[in-house]
């Protein structure tokens, strides 16, 4: 054997290492990736399925609360109807007397049964609209001094005091003065009268619509959140 065939044959040798050692390699790579897909994949499902009992187990929380409020709601609702019969047992012909006093006095009863749903207080409540509207005086009686809501379901008109700012371009009105806010509501209407901050309910058969009336930003304007309740 001459030495370029030793040579050759190390050579041979010497590719034949490097060739397994880059196997060697591409094989333990290829190892680690399919390990950390598989791995990345298996985060990736144990945290969508964390995520989906996460999501279950707040809905079935509200659900529950929910369902607790109904619980309560009819436990005071039959609670109050003991009360009731208890106060009617009680006193039955006075109740009865009030009633035919006041009715015979030109109350109509849809304006007593108004004045009893109105008792007790608004709870749960839920803002629905806010709006800004100009107070309407002697001087200034704009359209700002309007609004409509809920397409056309409730309308209000703020009127108020001038003051010495006052014109007939720029609203502005005396705060220390009562305010009159005109409502027309679906069945019926309703003036009420108050000094800022006040509130005003319009009661129903299921719920309360609370307005609260306060001073706003706007010079002239008073700003009223509307917000749906129930009533305890």
Partial sequence: MDFFETRERYRRREMRSYVTLLLRVLIVGGVLWLGWLWGHAETGSLRAEAERTLYEN???????????????????????????????????????????????????????LHAIQKLGRPTN?????????????????????????????????????ADRKSSREVPSFDRKMPLTVRMAFLNGQ???????????????????????FAASSLHGYVTVNISSCTQR
């Fill in 190 to 212: 309703k003036v009420t009268q108050g000094t800022l901050p006040f509130q005003i309910m319009i009661p129903t058969e299921e719920w309360v619509l609370l307005l609260d």
């Fill in 58 to 112: 707040n809905q079935q929380i509200a659900e529950l609360s929910t369902e607790l409020q109904r619980l309560q709601m009819e436990l005071a609702e039959a609670r109050a109807k003991n009360k009731v019969d208890e106060l009617a047992q009680d006193n039955d012909a006075e109740l009865k007397a009030l009633v035919t006093k006041k009715i015979a006095r030109g109350v109509a009863p849809a304006q007593i």
């Fill in 125 to 161: 409540c839920r803002q629905l609209d806010s709006r800004n509207i100009a107070v309407a005086t002697p001087l200034y009686g704009g359209p700002e001094s309007k609004a409509m809501l809920f397409d056309g379901g409730l309308n209000l008109h703020v009127e108020g005091k």
